[in-house]
Nanobody
Framework: QVQLVESGGGLVQTGGSLRLSCAASGRTFSTYVVAWFRQAPGKEREFVAAISWSGDTTYYADSVKGRFTMSRDNAKNTVYLQMNSLKPEDAAVYYC????????????????WGQGTQVTVSS
C-alpha cells in the first residue's frame, strides 16, 4: 500500500498564499502520478493539479492555472502545491492522491488518498 499525508492547510486572507505538502511512503514505486483534488461543501470532488514522480510533467485545472504550482522533491518523496492569489472559491478540503501509469485526471482513476487538509480563504 501507499500512504499519503497532507499538511500545510490553514486560514488565509483573500489574495494570500499557502503551500501544501504531501508526503508519500510505503510502496511508492507503484505510483506514477500524484495529484491534488479538492472538495468544498455541497460540491463534487474537483481535480486541481498533477505531477509525475520523474520528469517535469505537470497538468493544471483551468480554474487554478497561473495561480497554483505543483512541484516535487524525490529525495523526500514529497510533492508540493504552491497556491498564490487565493480566492474564496478555493476554500475546500485538499486531498493528495496517487495512481499508476494508466488513468486520467478523474478522481476515479486514483487508488491512494490522503486524509485531506483544510484550506480556508477569508477577507
Amino acid at each position: 500500500q501507499v500512504q499519503l499525508v497532507e499538511s500545510g492547510g490553514g486560514l488565509v486572507q483573500t489574495g494570500g498564499s499557502l503551500r501544501l505538502s504531501c508526503a508519500a511512503s510505503g510502496r511508492t514505486f507503484s505510483t506514477y502520478v500524484v495529484a491534488w483534488f479538492r472538495q468544498a461543501p455541497g460540491k463534487e470532488r474537483e481535480f486541481v493539479a498533477a505531477i509525475s514522480w520523474s520528469g517535469d510533467t505537470t497538468y493544471y485545472a483551468d480554474s487554478v492555472k497561473g495561480r497554483f504550482t505543483m512541484s516535487r522533491d524525490n529525495a523526500k518523496n514529497t510533492v508540493y502545491l504552491q497556491m498564490n492569489s487565493l480566492k474564496p472559491e478555493d476554500a475546500a478540503v485538499y486531498y493528495c492522491a496517487a495512481r499508476g501509469p494508466l488513468g486520467s485526471y478523474s478522481y476515479r482513476d486514483y487508488h491512494y488518498w490522503g486524509q485531506g487538509t483544510q484550506v480556508t480563504v477569508s477577507s
